[in-house]
Antibody, heavy 124, light 113 residues
Framework: EVQLLESGGGLVQPGGSLRLSCAAS????????MSWVRQAPGKGLEWVSV????????YYADSVKGRFTISRDNSKNTLYLQMNSLRAEDTAVYYC?????????????????WGQGTMVTVSS | DIVMTQSPDSLAVSLGERATINCKSS????????????LGWYQQKPGQPPKLLIY???TRESGVPDRFSGSGSGTDFTLTISSLQAEDVAVYYC?????????FGQGTRLEIK
């Protein structure tokens, strides 16, 4: 069964850091681009970042550029999101999501598998 | 950034009736080299992650009931539920993946009348 399981969320003070993880199973992890998408309480979906299957290409939303870093360890089938200089407006459920296309030429894609999400709360 | 605008924001439809949700992009998401529209539709039920329903604007994801269909090209797209079932109550989002950043519409809340 194809599955994504996020972890690492929690309560953090403004200016603090947090690292999210997403453990993947049931598919050839290294062959797919992976993204992080967040959803603030009661709000819509906001794409955060994407990384290609090899890890060689990354893209970020302007709202997190310079503060967040996406990475992956294909030997561990795990995706990461390092979040620094956190702000109140980063409070959200963070989902990891799998790109639909096998070995795409370009990492942007529809998202066919989503994790259950992990909640990040930035508050003093 | 490409702005995705959905209409209406909310919709109430009777069971068994047709539901139609529109999505308009601020620029074309049709890629001329492969003639594909880089547009997806998602369903999100309360407390759950989104679920992919449609990709390439009109291709139904495996396992999605055939009462769900997508249409449109360029900048104007539609998600149609041909005969509304109780389990279809959800928020629906369109998403473009034509250019970075991929962007979502604001969502359309679908309820039973």
């Amino acid at each position: 069964e194809v599955q994504l399981l996020e972890s690492g969320g929690g309560l953090v003070q403004p200016g603090g850091s947090l690292r999210l993880s997403c453990a993947a199973s049931g598919f050839t992890f290294s062959s797919y681009a992976m993204s992080w998408v967040r959803q603030a309480p009661g709000k819509g979906l906001e794409w955060v970042s994407v990384i290609s299957g090899s890890g060689g290409s990354t893209y970020y939303a302007d709202s997190v550029k310079g503060r967040f870093t996406i990475s992956r360890d294909n030997s561990k089938n795990t995706l990461y999101l390092q979040m620094n200089s956190l702000r109140a407006e980063d409070t959200a459920v963070y989902y990891c999501a799998k790109g639909r296309t096998l070995a795409p030429p370009y990492p942007l894609d529809a998202f066919d598998i989503w994790g259950q999400g992990t909640m990040v709360t930035v508050s003093s | 950034d490409i702005v995705m605008t959905q209409s209406p924001d909310s919709l109430a439809v009777s069971l068994g009736e047709r539901a139609t949700i529109n999505c308009k992009s601020s620029q074309s998401v049709l890629y001329s080299s492969n003639n594909e529209n880089y547009l997806g539709w998602y369903q999100q039920k309360p407390g759950q992650p989104p679920k992919l329903l449609i990709y390439w604007a009109s291709t139904r994801e495996s396992g999605v009931p055939d009462r769900f269909s997508g249409s449109g090209s360029g900048t104007d797209f539609t998600l149609t539920i041909s005969s509304l079932q109780a389990e279809d109550v959800a928020v629906y989002y369109c998403q473009q993946y034509y250019s970075s950043p991929p962007t979502f519409g604001q969502g359309t809340r679908l309820e039973i009348k």
